[in-house]
């Protein structure tokens, strides 16, 4: 052990100083080459803004001159991109310079900058350019460009310091690394053989380790606990009564049945998980108790078999627990007592899920597979023959694109849930306006509305309280909201965006239309993903069928909630309740 821990230890240190003087190596290089090569820019540009002030052709004139002097490549480029004059003999037949990046940016900004290699020389190179003007039309571009060797020779230099600075380090290193994972295993050694003649029964004695830090504390703990091992062997009643106080607290429900059958114990568990009416359960058999065949069958089996017995129950009515329960002898008592242990388990929330799993599984298997079946069946024509006709083409990819930007549109919504759920999506909360956020929403809406003829209303008072929100995800929700309405609203029909105060530090959203509506029985479900109330309609407005369940979502992230009101074929209301801020 104390070789694994040592090797551990020291490696650790090494690692630590490696990473550390790559960290600054790495760091500083950049820093130095980004720090030179601005230094070349900045004094190429320097120069070709002298360059500049002078006549073209004075410019072309001397143009070996100021290379000399600005140490560098210089080209003259006319109007049209072509060189005129350059220090550089085999570059000046290169064609037109116009779409070179330098060149471009300063026909647009005004200067141009860039750094790539340059096969004329074999190096990379910084490329300056400004261009020439006679009024405001440019005539030409003036070129510098200086290679970056130097700047390469000086990172070289570098790095060759920083590797004898790495090797004295690295020496240094290992000599304090062993140094100090030789300090830290020899008390941990010592305390190995301590515990593990413990381990075998033996008498110790004490672990003397001399140490103020944490490792000397830890001695002093395993002393102590030694010594409470010896008393705790003599207090096996209090322990039984802990294990007593453990079934009464355990979160499962426990019964105890006597021999004659009836409840003789329940623990809090039991009554947590049934209920009040299931309170009065002592002295009763279970049939008296709960009312259940299936656990009166489950007892029958298990007292005439003798062995354990499991079985899943529901109990109660309306919303009913689902529990498994495990019929076993009380261990530790005499046989001829015959009692029995029913532990129950409860399976409500996991058969919920459950459920919820195969429901989502095969929703989300309906809404891609219908999509999916008509893309594979366009294509399938377009690939026999139907692409040689281009309007009957055009038809078909055009069917193609919507369903694909259907599924893709699920995709979309599927992710946002589950990004919500997981905590994934960040939220940037601050006190929002609501006003400049609806006007924004309502716009983006319009031309929906107005294709449908549907006229929409924005009802937000002055002086409504700010409230606490994240921009971008009030505006998807109020979008979403606003599409539904305007979705399910026929033409000619209206839908408000209003706001008021609310009690409680609140401000409420309302999004009111004068649509379809929605059966008072099915209110309660809007919001489940996947849920419709009238399915074949909402598939051929393009809907996912996960709007309001976005919805539902980001307002429980805002800590905010969704209520809605409607009457059947007379409207909608959706009031959204915000925090203020």
Do not use: C
């Amino acid at each position: 052990m104390k070789g694994r821990l040592f090797l551990k230890i020291f490696a650790t240190y090494l690692a630590i100083a490696v990473l550390a003087i790559g960290i600054v190596g790495f760091l500083a290089g950049s820093q130095i080459r980004a720090k030179l090569e601005q230094q070349i820019s900045n004094e190429l540009m320097a120069h070709a803004r002298i360059v500049d002030l002078y006549p073209m052709k004075e410019i072309q004139a001397h143009v070996g001159e100021i290379a000399d002097i600005a140490r560098a490549r210089v080209t003259i480029i006319d109007g049209d991109g072509y060189v005129i004059a350059e220090t550089d003999p085999e570059a000046a037949a290169l064609g037109s310079h116009l779409e070179r990046p330098e060149i471009q940016e300063a026909r647009v900004r005004g200067s141009g900058k860039t750094t790539r290699y340059s096969r004329t020389l074999k190096e990379n190179m910084i490329y300056v350019a400004l261009p020439i003007r006679k009024g405001p039309e440019i005539v030409g571009y003036i070129r510098l460009a200086r290679p970056l060797g130097d700047v390469r020779k000086t990172i070289e230099e570098f790095t060759a310091i920083l590797l004898q600075s790495f090797l004295i380090i690295l020496v240094s290193s290992v000599a304090v690394a062993f140094f100090f994972s030789r300090k830290l295993t020899t008390p941990i050694r010592d305390m190995e053989h301590f515990t593990e003649r413990l381990r075998r029964g033996e008498t110790p004695g004490t672990l003397m380790i001399r140490s103020s830090d944490e490792i000397g504390q830890l001695a002093e703990n395993i002393n102590y606990m030694v010594d409470e091992l010896q008393k705790r062997i003599a207090a096996l009643q209090e322990e039984k009564a802990k294990v007593e106080a453990a079934f009464s607290s355990a979160l499962d429900g426990v019964l105890i049945l006597d021999p004659q059958g009836r409840i003789e114990t329940v623990n809090r568990g039991m009554w947590a998980m049934t209920g009040e009416r299931y309170r009065d359960l002592v002295g009763k058999t279970p049939l008296e108790a709960f009312r259940n065949l299936g656990l009166q069958k489950a007892l029958d089996q298990y007292r005439s078999s003798g062995m354990p017995v499991s079985q899943e129950m529901e109990l109660g009515e309306g919303e009913p627990v689902m529990l498994d329960v495990s019929i076993t002898p009380v261990r530790g008592v005499d046989a001829a007592e015959g009692k029995t242990m029913l532990v129950f388990h409860d399976l409500t929330r996991l058969k919920k899920l459950e459920r919820m799993r195969v429901d989502f599984v095969a929703n989300v298997t309906h809404e891609i597979k219908t999509p999916l079946t008509a893309i594979m069946g366009f294509v399938e024509t377009l690939q026999e023959g139907a692409i040689e006709d281009r309007e009957t083409a055009k038809k078909f990819l055009s069917t193609i694109a919507r369903h694909a930007e259907r599924l893709n549109r699920l995709v979309d919504d599927l992710l946002t849930i589950s990004n919500t759920e997981l905590g994934e999506i960040h939220f940037s909360f601050e006190s929002v306006a609501l006003s400049g956020i609806a006007q924004s929403v309502l716009h983006m809406i319009q031309q929906k509305a107005e294709e449908k003829k549907i006229e929409i209303a924005s009802a937000i008072p002055e002086g409504l309280p700010l409230i606490r929100a994240d921009r971008d995800r009030l505006s998807q929700v109020l979008i979403n909201v606003l599409d539904n309405a305007v979705k399910f609203t026929p033409e000619g029909g209206r839908v408000t965006l209003a706001a008021s105060p609310a009690a409680g530090q609140e401000v409420v959203v309302r999004i009111i239309d004068t649509g379809i509506g929605v059966p008072k029985d099915e209110i309660s479900r809007l919001g489940e993903r996947f849920y419709r109330v009238d399915k074949t309609r909402s598939r051929e407005l393009g809907g996912t069928g996960l709007g309001l369940s976005i919805v539902k979502h980001l307002m429980a992230a805002h800590k905010g909630r969704m209520e809605i009101e409607s009457q059947l074929g007379r409207g909608t209301s959706v009031s959204l309740y915000f925090p203020a801020a």
